[in-house]
């Protein structure tokens, strides 16, 4: 059962509130987080960072700032 939550990003001055679920995979877990309409997935590489897999099929691209803001978010958690 994923329950989704709210992430509260600041971006350029706003505060956003953007829709997340998490996935867990195994041992580890996903971060699902709707982003300008689009579903993207945060997951944790090998050093620890997050990193951001774009699955979208319509290729429009997200402001690097605003990923850098989520990045930076979940980071913070």
Do not use: C
């Not at 987080?33 to 689009?38: H, L, R, S």
């Amino acid at each position: 059962m994923n329950e989704t939550i709210t992430l509260p990003v600041d971006y350029l001055g706003q505060l956003l509130e953007l829709p997340l679920s998490i996935v867990p995979l195994g041992f580890t877990y996903q971060l699902h987080i709707q982003v300008e309409g689009k579903s993207l997935i945060f997951e944790k590489d090998d050093q620890g960072d997050y990193r951001v897999i774009d699955t979208a099929t319509d290729k429009g691209s997200v402001d690097k700032g605003l990923l850098a803001a989520i990045v930076d978010t979940l980071q913070a958690l």
